[in-house]
């Protein structure tokens, strides 16, 4: 069995959470031939904090967006730390990268691609396996600011 310990991040404003992996490690674990999370890095995170937005696989941009649709919401990230946390009808697109709440950029380049990227979610049930994996392969880039240790 591995060492990789799971926990949870929450972003938080008020009573309003979003919970999110973004800031969880991946390793390949050798002996299992798996990869897994590692969410070394969970903590509860309020407005103003400082967010661990450099780890030992990933590196973000100092500015970026976490886009949730399923729990529709939006948190702001601007100079490192968390600077708002919205409703998803809330939200602008604002030409800032945009991850989804595993930590994995998406693909958005103007604002037809994030009305299109919101069009193609609502298009199927998170149950249907076949229509996410397509969504995912279409919208999510895992290694742009991501990349798989070893342990």
Known sequence: MSNIEQHITVLKKSDFEMITACFDEYY?????????PDAKNSNIYNIGYELPIKGDTYEFPLDFNIIDLHFKKVAKVREGKLYDLIPVEEYKYDN??????????INLKSLSDYEEYVKDFNSFKITEREKLAAFANKWFDIVKFRKIRYK
């Open 28 to 36: 390949f674990i050798i002996p299992e031939q798996v990869i897994k």
């Open 96 to 105: 800032f990268p945009a991850l989804n709440m595993m930590g994995f950029y």
